[in-house]
Every structure is written in structure tokens, then in C-alpha cells.
């Protein structure tokens, strides 16, 4: 079965997030955007965890649903909410229980602030684990708490509470607080695991990287790679996300996620091709995240990364040290070409983390380039709806569909003829960038303007 997973994502619990975050939201938001597996977020956070409880029941070994008395007393508010509305044949999505950690402790005499996305099979499972973290700091303050563990220790202590448990680090290029960031990680998932190392099967790309800048770094070709949004607002949930090859339940999950280089010693046969694996990914154009290129943000500087060692580093205008990029970071560490056009191979065994993978531009921002206002204007909004209701969901518009099928749709303001101009020169990856950098997210668009120009992953 080919299921669209969203696996790390947050609740209203978390700083910095929106308070819609809710299971039903989280659910409705799952279905405009065409996903059929959302993690849950935050289930070491105790409220978190006990409206989890209370919504959800179990559909499946591992996976649940949201109960129907939740789903029929939110869909009544959905028009005065505001939220577009869903078609009546959408699959239910599924949850499985997610949550983000924050390490930050000294290694080597050097701080280090490492994130990372557990997955855990069962709420006995969160219940247990969320005891095991209440020993060692606060976990009701943040629905990503932050630990003064080892990431190593962390690791342990899951797989104590139960050994169907997974961890992956998370945004594993973000330079401050990731595995291999350039500020306080390390130079290897080994270095940071140790011992454990052999644990971790996967990691997770992030907005600024995608799987072709992962693939120059030889120590990595050992993990499954995988994208998810890290949504922080319900119609940010899939703005990456991967597509996987399972069946419904938790150890499916578990098993598609492993399925990659050096993992496949209980995947049985990889010629069939009905194995559980990752089919593809769905990113970002990496240069949209917020840490693709060197930069200061407060002097409005961008380098590359040929461009950063001719100025040793430092901001052109104030002398200040910039904040290092994703892309010089795995320069550092590449120890082939780095191309973040290529392709995967077609011939690219399941046993391998080659994946092919699609570069997309999130359907608001689509719109609101078309009609010149905000993403979260009154205007977008009303063509976002007409155009889910038609596409059935975003995935199934900016995937799925043919361009004379959009062509066949339309908007006050928005001909189906543009749009589908706009999603085949996106899908061609014919589009215009301009960097992210030091927190700043990039600006892409579908049609070329003052902004440089490159030809990006073609399907």
C-alpha cells in the first residue's frame, strides 16, 4: 500500500507554535493535504498525551484514528474555522505516536544541542518513556523538551522502554541544533551514538538539504533518508514528506523505514518489491529552507559557499561572523561531488538509500504568486479551497494530476490554465530562487523574475 507519511511534526504544545494544533485540526489538515500518515508530535508532553489518549483509538497494530464523536463535532466548525474543506471519499489518515527531544550537553569539550524524532509503537510505550524523561528534567514546560542527556543515553533509554522504538535525527544539517550541524554536532552519526550507533537506520534531511546533497557524504549511504515537515501550524503539514511502500501497522512502518543499506537482514526479499520501503521523498527546493546558504540576516547578506571563503567567513558589512550554511556543512563533510540536481538512478536497488524524489512548491505559495498578494491572504485562502475541492487534495494537485486536468479548473482571479502552467514549469523544476539563510526562508517562483535562476530535480 502506498502511503504519504508526515512523521515529525508539533502540537500547540511546543513554543513557537499555533494553537489550532488539535488531533482533529491535525486530522483535517491530513486529508486537504492528501496525507495518510501523520505523526502525532510532542507524546512525551503529559496533556499532549492524554488528549491523545482520549481522541484516538486504535485502527491498526501501532496506528490509530481519531474517533468519530471528535471528527463529526469539528467538521460542524470547520466553515466558521475558516478551513478548507475536504472531499467526502478521503481516506481517514492514520497517527502514530511521534515526538521531538532536544539534547543539549558537552561532548568532547564542546556543547552540543542535538534534536531528535523518536517513534514509539504503543501509549504503554509513551506512557512508560515519558516516565523514564520526567526523572531527568522537565517535560510539561515544552512539547519538544529539552534535556541535559546525552544523545547516546537518550537512545538508550528508548530502546529500554521498548525495543520496536525508533530514533532518527532530526534536520540533521540545521546548524544549531542537529547531529552534524556546523554550530554543535559532530562529524558522523557514530561519533554522536557511539555504541548505539547501529540502532539508528534513518535520517531526516530537512528543509535546507535534500537527498542528492546527503548522497555525497559516504558515511551516510548506510541510512534510509527521509523528509517531514516539522510543522508548527496545521497547513504546514506536509511541506516535505515521504512516500512509503507499507501496510498498516506500527512494524510496517518500522520495517519501510529501515529498508536501506545494511538493513536488510529481516526485510525478506528485495526482488519482489513488496517489501516495506521508502518509495520517494517529498522535499522543499532546499535552497527555501532557512539555512541553505551562509548569511547574516541582519545586514540582508548571503553568500555561497565559494563566495564565504573569500571573505574568510565573515559578513561583508559588519565583520561579524556568518551564520554557516547547510550547503557549506556538507561540503565539509562530502567526500564526493555534491549536485542538488541529481537524479536517482533508475537502476538504483531497493537495498541502497537512492530514492527518487520530487521538489515541490507548497500550493499557497503557488497561489499567492499568482495573484500577488500574501500566502495568507483572504484571497489565497479562497482560491486554496475551490482548488482543493476540485484537485481533492494538494498532493493529488501538485502530484498526481495531469496538466489538462488542471487546465479543466478555475478561481475568480486564477484560470486553471495558469495554475497548470505554474505546477508543469514547478514539476520541470524551471523555477527561480533565491536563498534561505541565518533563519531566513528562501523565496522560489514558478516564473523567472529578478531572482537567479537554476533548473532544479525533473520528474
Not at 460542524?76 to 511521534?98: C, H, K, M, Y
Not at 558537552?106 to 524523561?133: C, D, M, W, Y
Not at 537512545?155 to 520496536?164: Q, S
Not at 561572523?321 to 561531488?337: I, K, N
Request: glycine share 8%.
Amino acid at each position: 500500500m502506498r502511503i504519504i507519511a508526515d512523521l515529525h511534526i508539533h502540537s500547540r504544545f511546543s513554543r513557537a507554535t499555533s494553537p489550532k494544533l488539535t488531533v482533529p485540526v491535525l486530522e483535517h489538515w491530513a486529508r486537504v493535504k492528501g496525507i495518510g500518515l501523520v505523526g502525532s508530535g510532542d507524546c512525551t508532553h503529559p496533556q499532549w498525551l492524554t488528549e491523545l489518549r482520549e481522541q484516538l483509538e486504535e485502527a491498526e497494530e501501532g496506528l490509530y484514528t481519531l474517533k468519530d464523536c471528535f471528527r463529526g463535532g469539528f467538521a460542524r466548525s470547520v466553515p466558521a474555522e475558516g478551513f478548507p474543506a475536504v472531499s467526502a471519499d478521503t481516506d481517514i489518515p492514520r497517527f502514530v505516536l511521534t515526538g521531538e527531544i532536544s539534547t543539549i550537553y558537552s561532548s568532547k569539550g564542546k556543547t552540543r544541542k542535538v534534536h531528535h524524532l523518536i517513534l514509539l509503537p504503543n501509549f504503554k510505550a509513551a506512557e512508560v518513556f515519558q516516565t523514564k524523561l520526567e526523572r531527568i528534567g522537565n517535560i510539561s514546560s515544552d512539547g519538544r523538551p529539552i534535556l541535559g542527556l546525552d544523545s547516546r543515553d537518550l537512545l538508550e533509554l528508548l530502546l529500554e522502554t521498548d525495543e520496536r522504538a525508533v530514533l532518527i535525527p532530526a534536520h540533521i544539517w540545521t546548524p544549531w541544533f542537529s547531529v552534524l550541524g556546523a554550530r554543535s554536532g559532530f562529524d558522523s552519526i557514530d561519533e554522536c551514538y557511539r555504541d548505539l550507533s547501529s540502532h539508528v537506520h534513518t535520517i531526516e534531511t530537512g528543509l535546507s538539504s535534500n537527498p542528492p546533497m546527503n548522497w555525497a557524504v559516504s558515511s551516510l549511504d548506510r541510512f534510509s533518508i527521509i523528509s517531514n515537515s516539522d510543522a508548527h501550524s496545521p497547513d504546514k503539514l506536509g511541506r516535505e514528506a515521504t512516500v512509503l511502500e507499507m501496510e498498516r501497522s506500527y512494524a510496517s512502518l518500522a520495517a519501510a523505514l529501515k529498508c536501506g543499506t545494511g538493513n536488510l537482514a529481516d526485510s525478506g526479499s528485495m526482488k519482489t518489491g513488496t517489501v516495506p520501503h521508502i518509495i520517494e521523498t517529498i522535499e522543499f527546493f532546499p535552497q527555501e529552507g532557512k539555512y541553505h546558504y551562509d548569511g547574516h540576516r541582519k545586514c540582508g547578506i548571503f553568500l555561497d559557499p565559494g563566495r564565504t571563503h573569500l571573505s574568510s567567513g565573515r559578513c561583508p558589512v559588519c565583520g561579524k561572523l556568518l551564520t554557516q550554511g547547510v550547503m557549506r556543512r556538507v561540503l565539509e563533510l562530502a567526500d564526493s561531488p555534491v549536485d542538488e540536481t541529481a537524479i536517482c538512478p533508475a537502476d538504483a536497488p531497493l537495498c541502497s538509500n537512492r530514492r527518487s524524489y520530487k521538489s515541490l512548491i507548497p500550493l499557497k505559495e503557488i497561489l499567492s504568486e499568482l495573484t500577488g498578494t500574501g500566502a495568507a491572504s483572504k484571497k489565497v485562502s479562497s482560491a486554496y479551497d475551490i482548488f482543493i475541492r476540485a484537485g481533492k487534495s494538494e498532493f493529488n494537485l501538485l502530484i498526481n494530476l495531469s496538466l489538462k486536468e488542471i487546465e479543466r479548473f478555475s478561481c475568480p482571479g486564477i484560470s486553471g490554465e495558469l495554475l497548470a502552467g505554474a505546477i508543469g514549469r514547478m514539476r520541470e523544476g524551471n523555477v527561480s530562487i533565491t536563498p534561505g539563510y541565518d533563519g531566513e526562508y528562501g523565496i522560489i517562483k514558478v516564473f523567472p523574475q529578478r531572482f537567479h535562476f537554476i533548473k532544479m530535480n525533473t520528474y
